[in-house]
């Protein structure tokens, strides 16, 4: 089966809106392919479908939840979700030809939609077993990494790591460096990504930040309420009095585009308990489309690419190698570094990943045929 001019319910939990990760770029793409995707938010009160507005062929898609629904055994939720996938396909009026889900917490029976095929695609940790039944309902499973892909190593399906996609957006981006008043003389640094995701670990940011008062740092995303949430899990008043300190919020993805490649280097600063919560994260491929230096806390997917990041395997060493990188940007940044760093970056755009996985559709089919 060709990702081409088919009706693909892809299943997000993330709302669709200004800030975009994994599951949006998929739509997008898939949609530029010629497809009708119908991207599902995570349910809420309302029940309708809108046009994308850009993007021809993307409809958003609202659809109310049983509330408790997960309490149940899932030989109820089966039959209640078999009449709710009915109820969705008449709303969008039009048969399913590949259900790609991204959300464990709804449709765990992803056989409800009458689909030729069905992808499980957990690119998040997930801590309940409502995966694994959407994993076992599901032809395929694709992971962003190999620790993630183990939780599901006991089902009997196909299984592939895809790395995070790139945005084509960001493979020759035009600079505006000037919308960033870069103050001259000084070393900028950039944290990409929403400022309250529960990982952060501030208190190392808070550190590199005061013993750094010659760096600038420059913090991109939402520090509330986004159609990511809002949670708070960080207060970042001690930070925003800084006198090298610059929080621009969230701003869209394609001027994001524009913006990273006037920084002199990135940060990646997390913490967690959990290795397969961090293993791979969404921001390090547009880090690397710059070309620029980053520095990043351990990533068990990047453990034997030490040659993109400069990444430390504990959090106390981290203000250390930054300090050794802003103080060595030449050499961190030097033409040959930048080019390794970028050309990784461009052989994991979305377009390459999706005719992976449409190879590995094919293939599948070709074995149901035999």
């Known amino acids: 089966m060709k990702l081409t001019g088919k009706n693909i319910l892809l299943i997000s939990p993330e709302s669709w809106g200004v800030m975009k990760v994994s599951k949006h770029h998929y739509a997008i793409e898939l949609a530029e392919r010629g497809n009708n ?4 938010n995570p349910p809420g009160k ?26 149940l055994p899932f030989v109820f939720r089966k039959f209640i979700m078999n009449l709710r996938a009915k109820r969705l396909i008449e709303m969008i009026g039009k048969d399913i030809d590949v259900v790609w889900s991204f959300n464990p917490y709804i449709f765990q029976d992803l056989g409800s939609f009458g689909a030729s095929v ?19 309902t599901a032809d395929i499973i694709l992971c962003t990494s ?6 599901y190593e006991h089902i009997d399906c196909p299984k592939f790591q895809i790395n995070h996609g790139l945005r084509k957006e960001f493979l020759d981006p035009v600079l505006d460096c000037n919308a960033l008043n870069l103050r001259s003389g000084r070393a900028s640094v950039c944290y990409l990504g929403n400022l309250q995701y529960r990982y952060i670990h501030l208190e190392t940011i808070t550190k590199i930040v005061n013993q750094n008062t010659n760096v600038d740092f420059y913090f991109i995303g939402p520090n509330g ?47 967690s308990n959990d290795k397969s919560a961090l293993s791979n994260l969404h921001k390090v491929l547009e880090y690397l489309s710059t070309g620029k230096v980053v520095v990043s806390t351990y990533s068990d997917q ?44 461009k052989e994991n755009t979305y377009s390459k990943h999706i005719e992976r996985i449409e190879s590995i559709i094919m293939e599948l089919f070709d074995e149901r045929r035999d």
């Open 225 to 271: 309420k986004s159609n990511f949430g809002v949670d708070q899990f960080f207060d970042y008043s001690e930070l925003e009095e800084k006198q090298n300190t610059f929080f621009l919020g969230l701003i869209e993805g394609n001027k994001v585009a524009s913006l990273l490649g006037c920084f002199d280097a990135f940060l990646i600063c997390y913490e």
């Open 46 to 71: 309302i029940k309708r479908i809108t046009s994308e507005g850009e993007v021809e062929n993307l409809y958003i898609v609202d659809f109310p939840t049983v509330r408790a629904l997960n309490r």
């Open 37 to 40: 995707v119908f991207f599902l």
């Open 146 to 151: 190999d620790l993630i892909l183990t939780k």
């Open 118 to 136: 069905r992808i499980f695609h957990p690119v998040d940790v997930h801590l309940t077993d409502l995966d694994i039944q959407a994993g076992e």
């Open 302 to 345: 990047y453990k034997n690419k030490r040659n993109l990041l400069e990444m430390v395997d504990h959090i106390e060493e981290y203000p250390e190698r930054f300090n050794s990188v802003i103080n060595n940007l030449d050499l961190h940044n030097s033409s040959e570094k930048i080019e390794i760093r970028r050309r990784y970056a």
